[in-house]
Structure formats: C-alpha cells, structure tokens
C-alpha cells in the first residue's frame, strides 16, 4: 500500500532563488514528513522526484558538521535507503554521500560539477544556498552547530573558502538561507546548562551582533535564550566579504500555528517542528518527523 501523496498546492513553499536559477521546494505538514525510516518512504520519495520533476535527489549523510563536499562528474555515490516492502532496501533514484558531510557543491549548468538535485530532511533548520558565476551551487544543512561547530568552524564559512580555492571572489558569491526556526521559538531553556548557553550567547553576540541572540517569545522555550541561527549564517557570509545576502523572514516553529496550540505538544503549523514534537512519540517511532527541502 502506498501512502496518498498530495499535490503541488499541498507544498509547504516553493521559491526561485537568484533571480530565478535556483528553485526551492519546502514539503511542509501537507505533503507529509520525509523521512527514510517511514513504512512507506519508497512511495513518498518517488512522489517527491514528481513534484520537483527530477529524476535523481542527492541527500547529504547529515551529522551537524562543517563539511562541504564539491560533487565531481566522476564522484562516486552511495546508493540511499529506505523503508521498501517492510525493510531497509536501496530505493532508485535516491543518492547519498557515502561520507557524512551536511553541504555540497553541485551545478546548476554542469560545466562545473555534476548537475543533480540536492535533497535535505530536517525540521527546523534553514538551508542555505551560495551561488557562483560559474553555476557552482553549494547546499548547505545549516542548524547551529553547522554554522557555531564547537571545534570553531563555520559551514558557511568553509564553502566560501571552497569558492576562494577556485579562484572565485566572494564578492562574487551570492547568499540565500531558506525558512528556519527563529530566535522567537528557538534557542535553550535549560536550567542545567544554563551558564554555558549564556557564554555562547554572548560571544555570538560579540561576533554577529546584538540581534542574533534575545529572548525566547514563543511556547514550548518561553523565556529561554533565543538564537537567530539564519541571521548567523548570513553574518558569517557578510564577513567572509559576500554582498548578495538575503535571509528568509518565516519562521518555521511558529508560522500557521493558532496561539492557542503554540504550547501543545505535536501541534504544527505550516511545517514539522523538532521544537513541538513530543519527545515520547518520536522515541516510540524512532525518528522525529522530516520535512524535505529540495534545491535544484
């Protein structure tokens, strides 16, 4: 039995990026979570390759690291997995990267790298895109320990720097990171840790500004310390020297929810959120719910 997938109109949001070379298309709540470990992933997949009419999708080996792989025309996939007749079974058309690594660098042209679609399932975190002028398109799962890594590197940072090693000016670059939870909704709230998150929110503050940290507004983290992940990462870019940066204003916890239903439990808006998943349902499931972002 394959699950009901829903049409283009259920899409949580579809965008063009850089004046239209880019696209981006946002599953959200509708369409219905995007995960490989889900009993009907198969046909969740193949309808997602319909919707964004593409043949193949490259999902980076995510871990919340700074790596950014650039994807040759002789890179060497590994084939992806997900559920398929009741087990883990190789699914066509679903591409990995046999390291763990949570960016790529790819082509919009191929002229530069291979030309393939960039898959990424996450939640709350914003995907950012950098594009060069010579249609290389790095895609870039960028969640707080992807751009503040505790060993100090930055994923933005270290796609520029990829760019920089081809000869490119970042000046030349240009920066857009997709919806992500904000600091209205995200950041810490726990008591234990308290002292540690307030020295980080500090020295993010010192080096991206006043506005990059405040005060959770929103349930279920009211009143805990609040980071602007997105506005980070787009700080960082400024930094390195980029002057095309745009960051998307919707928060992803927060958007389409009643504020009756901000402090339930497994209560959504327009996309899934880590943020309002009840902890005890994503342990009896064993994963929390995904969704997709595609850039292509």
């Known amino acids: 039995m394959i699950k009901k997938l829903h049409s283009t109109d259920d899409f949580g949001k579809r965008c063009d990026v850089f004046g239209g070379r ?41 871990a919340f690291n700074t790596k950014v792989t650039p994807i040759g025309t002789d890179y060497e996939f590994a084939r992806g997995q997900g559920m398929l007749d009741g087990r883990m079974q190789d699914i066509d058309g679903f591409l990995r990267t046999p390291e763990a690594s949570d960016g790529v660098v790819v082509s919009i042209t191929g002229e530069t790298h291979a030309k393939i679609a960039v898959l990424i399932m996450n939640a709350d975190c914003g995907v950012g895109k950098i594009l060069a002028p010579d249609g290389s398109l790095a895609v870039m799962h960028c969640g707080l320990d992807n751009v503040d890594n505790k060993d100090g590197s930055s994923i933005v940072v270290n ?21 992500a939870a904000r600091a209205c909704c995200y950041g810490f709230n ?37 980071i602007d992940v997105p506005l980070i990462a787009a700080r960082q870019a ?18 389409g929810l009643n504020s009756v239903f901000m402090e339930a439990k497994d209560q959504f808006g327009q996309w899934f959120s880590n943020l309002r998943e009840d902890s005890a349902a994503v342990k009896s499931r064993g994963y929390g719910l995904r969704n997709a972002v595609v850039v292509y």
């Open 159 to 179: 796609a520029i720097e990829y760019f920089k090693s081809q000869g490119i000016d970042p000046e030349d670059l240009r920066f857009q990171i997709g919806e």
């Open 22 to 62: 880019v696209h981006s298309a946002h599953t959200g709540r509708q369409f219905g979570p995007v995960h490989p470990q889900m009993r009907y992933f198969a046909g969740i997949f193949q309808g997602l390759l319909d919707e964004v009419k593409q043949e193949k999708l490259l999902a980076p080996k995510l």
């Open 238 to 255: 400024e930094k390195m020297g980029v002057k095309d940066v745009n960051v998307e204003g919707i928060c992803t916890s927060c958007y």
């Open 190 to 226: 726990d008591p234990a840790k308290e002292g540690e998150n307030r020295a980080r929110s500090s020295r993010l503050i010192q080096s991206y500004g006043t506005d990059v940290s405040t005060v959770v507004k929103n349930p279920p983290r009211k009143g805990g310390i609040g």
